[in-house]
């Protein structure tokens, strides 16, 4: 029986733990987790709480264990050099080591690993290591520009003109204080266009990519309010979305391809595991926005329920370098991730109070984030709750079944009711026909 190491405790863990679990090869789970995730908790074989980033305490752990291979679910101990670690004591990961996680950890590695090797897909960029040529440079972009800390910032170091930063001197302000806190700022033209996610298995040489998804990072209906780690996600039956062009995805994974080959160039080093663009479709065909070296929260929810091969076996041809001789199939389903979240999230989330759960109707999956699990129930813990994955032939019966089941979950909660609705697409296909100038 194979045994399996897997660090984080969020509902993508969740998901993670649960696919694993549907293949053939019936392996067991050894979980590392902050908290004691409920959904992990009834799947995994032992349950270590320990930062995922506490070398010391994974490292007995998996010496005690003796997995036959780990999969890091959070960015955080890639970026730690987690993978690394395991590596130096015989334990292989089917998630990229610290070096090559830089394409998520170091936004200006990314932004220059793409000029460096001619890679189509960058915006117009600089990166700044002191405060001379940033207020020009921002003059420059004429008010359209996008100001981002160079380190990992839990999805809260960027900031936008127009959304965040009012004028030039805020923006200003802001790369200051990144180039305080991480010694260099990445400030970039901002995009204009609809973000799509496209996620690929990649074991250093080739990639295979997984449906598309959309995220919504925006706290309430009509993307208004603050950013936050993602209200929920949507993909269709056809694995595209509805304002992409079939050039459009071959573009996002051609851009992943080539970054993969790069990195080897440049690094020496292979990257194993999941390689998730973020990009932007604009007028004239697709950007990259930037990468994560690990699934989305939510986007591997839309995706790993689909997924109809063997995930072990993935994993091990990650590792070994053989992914090209892997058949990797979802299934033709469309998909609508809608979060709870705790009253007041992302800013002032309430903590402590108990929620409850109904029975999901068929179609309906639940994964399990930020909860603690007590003798009499569930208690916010004050993040992103639970998740609500609906799954239909179509995007509209598989956006009623997520709303069914988010409606279930009972206490102090919000969600977003306009996730994967008609109404919201069609707004953003409308935008796209508009910027390309189709009639």
């Known amino acids: 029986m194979k045994k399996i190491l897997l660090l984080g405790n969020g509902a993508r863990e969740h998901s ?6 549907r293949s053939p090869q019936k392996p067991e789970i050894f979980v590392v987790g902050k908290t004691k995730n409920p959904g992990l908790a009834k799947i995994a074989t032992d349950y270590l709480l320990a930062d995922v980033c506490d070398k010391e305490a994974i490292r007995e752990f998996a010496n005690k264990v003796k997995p036959d291979f780990a999969f890091v679910g959070p960015e955080a101990p890639i970026a730690y050099g987690i993978t690394d670690m395991l590596l130096e004591i015989g334990i292989k990961s089917a ?3 610290q070096t ?17 090797y001619a890679i189509d897909g960058n915006p117009k960029f600089k990166v700044f290591f002191a405060e001379d040529g940033m207020m020009e440079f921002l003059q420059s972009l004429e008010g359209n520009f996008v100001v981002k800390a160079d380190g990992l910032k839990g999805g809260k170091g960027v900031k936008v003109s127009g959304d965040h930063l009012a004028d030039t001197a805020e923006g200003f302000s802001y790369a200051k204080e990144c180039l305080l806190e991480c010694g260099k700022v990445v400030i970039e033209e901002k995009l204009i266009g609809q973000e799509f996610s496209l996620m ?21 209906e009509g993307d208004k309010g603050p950013n936050t780690g993602g209200m929920g996600t949507y993909s269709c039956e056809n694995h595209s979305l509805p304002f992409l062009t079939e050039s459009d995805l071959i573009k996002a994974s051609d851009i992943t391809r080539l970054v993969a080959k790069a990195l080897k160039q440049e690094t020496q ?8 663009g973020g990009f932007i ?6 950007r990259l926005i930037e990468y994560n070296a690990r699934f989305g929260d939510p986007e591997a929810m839309n995706v790993l329920p689909l997924l109809k091969s063997d995930f072990v076996e993935i994993c091990e041809s990650i590792i070994i370098g053989d992914l090209n001789n892997v058949k990797i199939e979802f299934e033709n389903k469309a998909t609508v991730c809608k979060y709870a979240v705790p009253n007041g999230y992302p800013d002032t989330a309430v903590k402590g109070e108990k929620i409850e759960v109904g029975k999901m109707p068929d179609g309906v999956k639940v994964y399990f984030g930020s909860v603690d699990e007590k003798e009499d129930g569930l208690y916010l813990a004050g993040s992103r709750a639970v998740a609500v994955v609906g799954i239909g032939d179509d995007l509209a019966s598989a956006e009623k079944l997520a709303e069914e089941g988010v409606n279930l979950i009972k206490g102090p909660v919000f969600h977003r009711k306009d996730i994967g609705t008609v109404e919201l697409i069609e707004k953003r296909v409308e935008m796209m026909k508009e910027i390309r100038g189709i009639r």
């Open 16 to 21: 993670i733990a649960e696919t694993f679990l």
């Open 95 to 97: 998630s990229p080591l």
């Open 100 to 116: 090559v996680g830089r394409l998520e950890s170091s936004k200006s590695f990314t932004r220059n690993l793409l000029e460096k």
């Open 200 to 220: 690929s298995f990649c074991d250093g040489e080739n990639t295979k990519d997984m449906p598309a998804v959309q995220d919504h990072k925006r706290a309430f």
């Open 269 to 276: 080093s292979h990257f194993k595991g999941v390689m998730y």
């Open 281 to 286: 479709a604009v007028k004239d065909g697709v």
